[in-house]
């Protein structure tokens, strides 16, 4: 298998980013199984152009990542390709972080959560942004039902369980490990994230 360019481990209920240049392959894989990867992509030329879901839904004609799908940006333009998933490929692109009032109504005083760890991502990063984006959140299995409410099943991915994505364009791809005990079979488990340079164009005969 090809060598990593970088890796980041991202501890469960943490965070992490890493930088990709146009044409890398991204990997984000479930190193413990049952994890869900709240994913952002922003592009590193300019920071206020990132990957909006809303925006992939509405070109894509889809409300969930498809292999070999496009992911775009707030100004329609092709940020990440999804090229390949080892998951039993449920993931979802309806559902906003988690954040600090969501468990706060549950109970939990002060529970990490992936809007404060995407805030922090950033901040190392160093990109500033007022409101965080909706995110791609991979792994998660969350369908809807034909009523229109959700299923919040038990993420499926497996431990060694991965997706790859690949730039289009320059950017730095931030990952949290969702902090949910509902979603990721009771605790956050670590992520690894992954660059590896461009896969060698197939050869087109003349
Ligand atoms: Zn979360």
């Not at 109970?107 to 995407?118: A, L, Q």
Request: hydrophobic fraction near 35%; include cysteine.
């Amino acid at each position: 298998m090809a060598k990593a360019i970088e890796t980041t481990i991202i501890p469960g209920f943490g965070n992490g980013f890493i930088h990709a240049k146009k044409g890398m392959t991204v990997r984000i894989t479930d190193l413990e199984g049952h994890q869900v990867a709240d994913t952002w992509a922003i592009s590193t030329r300019d920071h206020e152009e990132y990957l909006s879901a809303a925006t992939t839904r509405m070109l894509t004609g889809r409300m969930f990542p498809e292999l070999k799908g496009v992911f775009m940006t707030t100004c329609d333009r092709p940020i990440l390709t999804f090229t390949r998933d080892t998951s039993p490929g449920f993931h979802d692109m309806l559902f906003a972080s988690c954040c600090n009032a969501l468990y706060a109504r549950r109970g939990h005083k002060n529970h990490p959560n992936c809007r404060d760890n995407y805030f922090d991502a950033i901040g190392r990063a160093g990109i500033s942004h007022a409101n965080i984006p909706d995110p791609v959140n991979i792994f998660q299995n969350t369908p809807p039902r034909p009523d229109g409410s959700f299923q919040y099943g038990v993420t499926m991915s497996q431990a060694g369980d991965y997706v790859e994505l690949r730039a289009e364009m320059d950017c730095i791809v931030v990952v949290t490990a969702c902090s949910s005990e509902l979603i990721n079979a009771g605790v956050s488990t670590p992520l690894r994230l992954e660059t590896f340079k461009p896969r060698p164009k197939a050869k087109t005969k003349k």
